[in-house]
């Protein structure tokens, strides 16, 4: 369990090497360094932290450096970037684990959760967590993992092997990110200075190129457009809906797939290869080469996602249609 730094276990472990930041200019752990640079390298350019454990204390030690790291170059969307990549690692490792071993792992995080056996329709469970624990970390933005689409028995929230993973990897995502945002103020050694400075360019490199092509191409934006390109210009992970309405409407107002793809580069847990399959999808440029509208506002108002229209909205039904007839008025304007 060593190999998942978060769990209780490794902490006291870490505790117990009586390691100090100071030490990090000393000869003999450059190695850490190497890999807390590595593990923070891999996120920011495959958004998952790999490679292979070949040193448990190297390991475990090069976590707590890349969150010290983190914390100095103090920027949140790297932050978040981190957080999610760490998640995967361990959402990743903890599918190839038994169940005895998964349900040492959510034990050890104080959760109360059952091995059990369960057939609900043609859904066999095999694990039962108390609804509390459960609640507190369900993946974010999808109806899948709300309460209220899911089997309770007693109190109990009945989930499959792979579920449990997922609840795991979403607790990761959140300790790894309250324990960036968590460190203090502190003096870095010359060492880990330098690993700063060669963080914070490649992060950096990786930002999103300009404005243009962001903000109205002729028409203006409606309310609920605005509000989801505001969110994802801040670098706010947005649910799949989100994801959909904004890049639906984006490609039918005429934007290149490249600068949609640009936009999404700041959300946390950006991947080109994902991003660009699911925007030429939506675009009609695979698969069953449809291309897709956006949702009517019927549709934006039963997911909660217009922010209330404005005197334009009570014109259409639909925020393409707000976008042309704006367009429209406007040139009307301009002869
Ligand atoms: S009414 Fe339609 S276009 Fe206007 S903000 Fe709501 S969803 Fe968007």
Known sequence: MQNIPFVPKAQE???????????????????????????????????????????????????????????????????????????????????????????????????DVRKIEHIV???????????????????????????VNRALINGYVLIRKQELARLIEEYVRHYVYNKVVSVGKFNPPEALINVVKEITK?????????????????????????????????????????????????????????DIIELFRRVPDFNEKITRYQVEHLAGLRGSKKRYLPPSCRTMKTFNLCPGGDDLCRKIRNPLSYYKLSSRRKMRNEK
């Open 13 to 111: 472990y870490i505790a117990l090497k009586g390691f100090t930041l100071k030490d990090l200019d000393k000869e003999y752990f450059k190695p850490i360094l190497k890999k807390a640079y590595q593990r923070i390298r891999s996120a920011i350019m495959r958004g998952i932290v790999e490679g292979e454990i070949n040193d448990i204390d190297v390991e475990i030690l090069s976590y707590s450096v890349a969150i010290a790291i983190l914390a100095y170059i103090n920027d949140k969307r790297l932050s978040m970037r981190f957080a999610i990549a760490e998640a995967r690692r361990v959402g990743a490792e903890l599918k190839k684990e038994s169940d005895t071993k998964l349900l040492e792992i959510a034990k050890s995080l104080s959760w």
């Open 121 to 147: 329709g043609n859904e066999l469970y095999t694990f039962a967590i108390h609804f509390c624990d459960y609640l507190s970390v369900p993946p974010p933005n999808d109806p899948y993992w709300k309460l």
């Open 202 to 258: 490649l992060w950096s490199r990786r930002q999103p190129k300009g404005e243009e092509g962001i903000s109205g191409k002729g028409g203006r934006f409606p309310p609920c457009m605005r509000v989801l390109l505001e969110s994802l210009k801040n670098g706010e992970n947005l649910s799949h809906m989100e994801r959909f309405a904004l890049t639906t409407f984006l490609i039918n107002i005429g934007y290149e797939i490249d």
